[in-house]
């Protein structure tokens, strides 16, 4: 996979640092046929205006886009991490305890990203994203569950929570980043992941005001459903979207022009 910055050189016709870089990377034999392909993308690229967003293909990433950066929060991550405190006493537990439970959400956080960072490039970006989605909504289903049955005084939904953190750690939280890095053409990527980005604070600033409303009216119980329901719509839009592992940028382009 070319690395971004070998666009804009390649665009000042400075081939000959584009290539050696390119030789670096894969040798110099791969690197001449990389730097024509890099060359072709550049001249399909229309220009770099607000409008071509909105363009068959581009349209459908870019919603794709926010789409998954909204429902990134939608599906309750920052509610946890703002909020696990209040969420553990409703469980039942003593501040004390619901503090020290906070660190190791934020320990299992840290720890689970790493491993995903590891292995992005091994098991694929979809792949990673569906099957944290799926622990995700396993575990607010379940969370929800044990609140709705007032079964909250063990362990138990503390092991729910972690798991849920872990499953977003691991899939939807560094892959997103990496998947709208990725699947916009190269001359909107920054205005189409501006976008997605403002997309994603958007739904953070909507969590955080909402969550303490959720839990008085909705109660802990109906908050964690809302959130397992926001979880569904993940797979359906990965669905339409081109796994980007071991893909050039190009041909990730040509896919969304096709």
């Given at each position: 996979m070319f690395c971004n910055f070998l666009f804009p050189v390649a665009s000042k016709d400075k081939n000959d640092k584009a290539l050696r870089v390119l030789t670096t990377l894969n040798g110099k034999e791969s690197a001449e046929i990389e730097l024509v392909s890099i060359k072709e993308a550049i001249e399909k690229e229309e220009?770099?205006?607000?409008v071509v967003l909105f363009h068959k293909g581009i349209r459908v990433a870019l919603l794709a886009g926010m789409a998954l950066a909204i429902l990134s929060q939608l599906t309750g991550i920052n509610a946890i991490i703002y909020y696990g405190p209040r969420i553990m006493e409703d469980a039942g537990l003593k501040l004390s305890d619901a503090l020290g439970g906070q660190v190791i959400i934020g320990f299992v956080n840290v720890a689970a990203t790493v491993y995903a960072i590891m292995k992005i490039d091994q098991f694929g970006r979809k792949k990673l994203m569906l099957g944290g989605i799926t622990g995700m909504f396993i575990s607010l289903l379940a969370v929800g569950l044990l609140f709705l049955m007032e079964q909250t005084s063990g362990i138990l939904i503390m092991i729910f929570i972690l798991t849920f953190i872990t499953s977003f750690a691991i899939g939807y939280g560094p892959v997103i980043w990496v998947l709208l890095a990725e699947?916009?053409?190269?001359?909107?990527?920054?205005?189409?992941?501006?976008v997605a980005t403002l997309t994603l604070w958007v739904g953070t600033a909507i969590i955080g005001q909402l969550v303490p409303w959720m839990l008085e009216t909705l109660t802990p119980a109906g908050t964690f459903f809302v959130f397992a329901i926001c979880c569904i719509p993940v797979p359906f839009i990965l669905k339409s979207m081109p796994e980007t592992k071991g893909m050039a940028l190009e041909d990730i382009e040509e896919i969304w022009r096709k």
């Amino acid at each position: 996979m070319f690395c971004n910055f070998l666009f804009p050189v390649a665009s000042k016709d400075k081939n000959d640092k584009a290539l050696r870089v390119l030789t670096t990377l894969n040798g110099k034999e791969s690197a001449e046929i990389e730097l024509v392909s890099i060359k072709e993308a550049i001249e399909k690229e229309e220009g770099g205006s607000w409008v071509v967003l909105f363009h068959k293909g581009i349209r459908v990433a870019l919603l794709a886009g926010m789409a998954l950066a909204i429902l990134s929060q939608l599906t309750g991550i920052n509610a946890i991490i703002y909020y696990g405190p209040r969420i553990m006493e409703d469980a039942g537990l003593k501040l004390s305890d619901a503090l020290g439970g906070q660190v190791i959400i934020g320990f299992v956080n840290v720890a689970a990203t790493v491993y995903a960072i590891m292995k992005i490039d091994q098991f694929g970006r979809k792949k990673l994203m569906l099957g944290g989605i799926t622990g995700m909504f396993i575990s607010l289903l379940a969370v929800g569950l044990l609140f709705l049955m007032e079964q909250t005084s063990g362990i138990l939904i503390m092991i729910f929570i972690l798991t849920f953190i872990t499953s977003f750690a691991i899939g939807y939280g560094p892959v997103i980043w990496v998947l709208l890095a990725e699947i916009y053409p190269t001359k909107v990527r920054g205005r189409a992941m501006s976008v997605a980005t403002l997309t994603l604070w958007v739904g953070t600033a909507i969590i955080g005001q909402l969550v303490p409303w959720m839990l008085e009216t909705l109660t802990p119980a109906g908050t964690f459903f809302v959130f397992a329901i926001c979880c569904i719509p993940v797979p359906f839009i990965l669905k339409s979207m081109p796994e980007t592992k071991g893909m050039a940028l190009e041909d990730i382009e040509e896919i969304w022009r096709k």
